[in-house]
């Protein structure tokens, strides 16, 4: 069994804590929750490109935010667990000849089930397909053109991801 490292544990937690907080100022506009959702804290998706730790920092992340934010326990249950799904599919995609394919699987994973957590969990009356339009218009804003900003961002920086 492989030991778990200071770094690993510091930099999930650190993740989680940035999760925590970016959807809270999302929540603060009206945008965590419900059929349309930007939640700005899906930009760390790209994240598993740089460090495995970032798949129980995203998952401990949104466990926390749906915690804190009054989510169903359908949607804490579920919605983290897609959130996990989503990571570890990214983290496998983080030697891809694309790198940015890693902003694909939060964005599909969460068209497929954030969709019927709001229609069984919340009541939402919008046909299952029209929700997996909304969602994923949200996650593309948020994954795949924020999350892109933040992978160029932090690839110049790579090497503080390592340790020596």
Do not use: W
Request: charged letters at 10%.
């Amino acid at each position: 069994m492989q030991k778990i490292s200071v770094l690993f544990v510091t930099q999930a937690a650190v993740i989680a804590a940035m999760y925590v907080v970016l959807t809270f100022v999302s929540s603060a506009m009206g945008l965590a929750s419900g059929e349309i959702q930007i939640r700005l804290s899906e930009m760390l998706c790209v994240l598993p490109v740089f460090t495995p730790a970032a798949i129980p920092g995203l998952f401990l992340g949104c466990l926390l935010s749906n915690l804190l934010t009054g989510c169903t326990v359908i949607d804490i249950v579920f919605g983290s667990l897609a959130t996990l799904i989503a990571a570890i599919l990214s983290y496998q995609l983080r030697n891809h000849k694309y790198p940015l394919l890693v902003t694909v699987p939060p964005v599909i994973v969460n068209m497929i089930i954030v969709p019927f957590i709001l229609k069984f969990s919340y009541g939402v009356p919008l046909p299952i397909p029209v929700m997996m339009a909304t969602v994923g218009i949200g996650e593309v804003i948020s994954c795949m053109v924020l999350g892109s900003v933040l992978y160029f961002a932090l690839d110049k920086r790579r090497v503080i991801f390592h340790q020596n």
